[in-house]
C-alpha cells in the first residue's frame, strides 16, 4: 500500500512539472520564441520550437553549457537583452531567415525558421552554417 501511494504521489509530481508549449503559428514567433528561451536558459522550451536532429540537439546542447557557464551578472545582461534590427528574408513559403542584433554586443545574428509537421521550427546549424 505504501508502495502504490508513494508511486501515484511520484505521477502526480511529474505530471505537474511538465510544460505545455503551443506550437508556432509564424516563423517569427518560433524564432523569438526560441531565441527568449535560450537568452533565459529555458532550454526545454528552446528544444520544443527546435528543429530535431542530431546536428541541432548538439548545438543546443553546448549552448546551454556555454550559458551555465556565464555568472549571474551576464545571465541578467543577457536576459535583459532586447533583439534590435530585425530583417525578415523569405527564401520560401516554408523557410525564413531572420536577422537581428541584440542589444548588448550588436553583433549580427540570424536563424532560419521552417514549416514543418504544421508547425514553424528552428533549424539552429543555421546560425552557425549559413551554407545549408
Given at each position: 500500500?505504501k508502495?502504490k501511494?508513494?508511486?501515484?504521489?511520484?505521477i502526480?509530481?511529474?505530471s505537474?512539472?511538465?510544460?505545455?508549449y503551443?506550437?508556432?503559428?509564424?516563423?517569427?514567433?518560433a524564432?523569438?520564441?526560441?531565441?527568449?528561451?535560450?537568452?533565459?536558459?529555458?532550454?526545454?522550451?528552446?528544444?520544443?520550437?527546435?528543429?530535431?536532429?542530431a546536428?541541432?540537439?548538439?548545438?543546443l546542447?553546448d549552448?546551454?553549457?556555454?550559458?551555465?557557464?556565464?555568472n549571474?551578472?551576464?545571465?541578467?545582461?543577457l536576459?535583459?537583452?532586447?533583439?534590435?534590427?530585425?530583417?525578415?528574408?523569405?527564401i520560401?513559403?516554408?523557410e525564413?531567415?531572420?536577422?537581428?542584433?541584440?542589444?548588448?554586443?550588436?553583433?549580427?545574428?540570424?536563424?532560419k525558421?521552417?514549416?514543418k509537421?504544421?508547425?514553424?521550427?528552428?533549424?539552429?546549424?543555421?546560425?552557425f552554417?549559413?551554407?545549408?
Amino acid at each position: 500500500m505504501k508502495i502504490k501511494l508513494i508511486f501515484i504521489l511520484f505521477i502526480a509530481l511529474c505530471s505537474c512539472n511538465t510544460q505545455n508549449y503551443t506550437p508556432a503559428t509564424s516563423a517569427i514567433e518560433a524564432a523569438s520564441v526560441f531565441v527568449d528561451a535560450c537568452k533565459l536558459g529555458e532550454f526545454k522550451k528552446a528544444n520544443f520550437y527546435m528543429l530535431q536532429d542530431a546536428a541541432n540537439e548538439k548545438l543546443l546542447h553546448d549552448t546551454q553549457k556555454k550559458y551555465h557557464q556565464y555568472n549571474l551578472e551576464e545571465k541578467r545582461q543577457l536576459a535583459d537583452a532586447s533583439l534590435q534590427n530585425i530583417t525578415i528574408e523569405n527564401i520560401t513559403t516554408t523557410e525564413v531567415i531572420i536577422y537581428y542584433n541584440n542589444s548588448t554586443d550588436k553583433e549580427r545574428r540570424k536563424v532560419k525558421a521552417v514549416f514543418k509537421d504544421n508547425q514553424w521550427l528552428v533549424d539552429f546549424k543555421f546560425s552557425f552554417n549559413p551554407n545549408l
